[in-house]
């Protein structure tokens, strides 16, 4: 079974995301730039700007591979940043920003637009830190972390937190698929359900010495990420941030 939200609830949105929109277009103008750049560069670009555990914990720079003309930023620290905006492929950078558009509006909407810059990547960066301390604990220091799911998992928590209520268009998939609107609450549960079970797996093979069973996912940047977004929705629900209900609802 899998769900694929499509459009979200804008209902009681008040101002126009775009600080959001923004950060979508960031992601995709980076991805574009590397493909028409072509595979080598991508390569290089990739291995040169995203993030490695061990890059972070020792304060030391990766070296790239040979005949790669770019470098790590430096401070290397910088890779925490440059790495959510990289992405392994059209399906990874596709999804991500599917999440981004249809749950980042609203949650940017209730926090206000430089508070949502912050909290994003606040998000982003709690996400590699679990990460990195997974990655560290399993022996994959040297591996390279990228993309900006860990962000967009902030996003998933404020939002449950703030619109679990909220009818989002999805796309459902159970043998045959079909297009129905589910409550917020049920897509966003599946998901990090997804994650805590994969992460819990993962964790099992490595203690029973065994490879890793994630496939490259980051399974632990989606739940660092998520609890945190959990708790600053909490926080941002408390202090009055959900904006009441209009009768008209759009979906966009």
């Known amino acids: 079974m899998a769900m694929i939200p499509i459009t979200g609830d804008s209902s009681r949105r008040r101002s126009f995301p775009f600080v ?7 992601n995709i103008a980076v991805f574009v730039y590397e493909v028409q750049q072509g595979p080598a560069f991508t390569d290089c670009f990739t291995q040169a700007y995203a993030l490695v555990p061990n890059d972070i914990v020792q304060g030391t720079a990766h070296a790239t591979a040979t005949g790669c003309a770019l470098h790590p930023p430096m401070p290397i620290y ?8 990289l992405h392994a492929g059209l399906l990874h950078i596709a999804g991500n920003m599917l999440y981004l558009w249809v749950f980042g509006g609203n949650v940017e909407d209730a926090l206000g637009h430089f508070a949502y810059l912050l909290f994003y990547f606040f998000c982003g960066l709690c996400a590699f830190a679990a990460q990195i301390a997974f990655s560290l604990y399993a022996g994959q220091g040297a591996v390279l972390n990228l993309g900006a ?3 967009i998992a902030g996003v998933l928590g404020a ?12 796309v459902v998939f159970f043998g045959l ?4 609107r589910l409550y917020a609450w049920i897509i966003i549960l599946f998901f990090i359900a997804l994650q805590l079970f994969e992460a819990y797996y993962e964790v ?14 980051a399974f632990f940047a989606h739940i660092g990420g998520f ?6 929705g909490l926080i941002a629900r408390v202090m009055g941030a ?5 009768p008209a609802k759009s979906y966009a």
């Open 78 to 85: 910088l890779t925490l940043i440059t790495a959510m905006f």
């Open 20 to 26: 959001n929109y923004a950060l979508i277009l960031a």
């Open 227 to 232: 609890a945190v977004g959990l708790v600053v």
């Open 204 to 217: 099992l093979s490595i203690t029973n010495g065994q490879t890793s069973t994630g496939g490259g996912v």
């Open 242 to 246: 959900v904006p009441p209900q209009r």
């Open 149 to 151: 799911s860990g962000a």
């Open 177 to 180: 698929f079909f297009i129905t």
């Open 159 to 170: 939002y449950l937190m703030l619109f679990p209520g909220a009818r989002i268009r999805t």
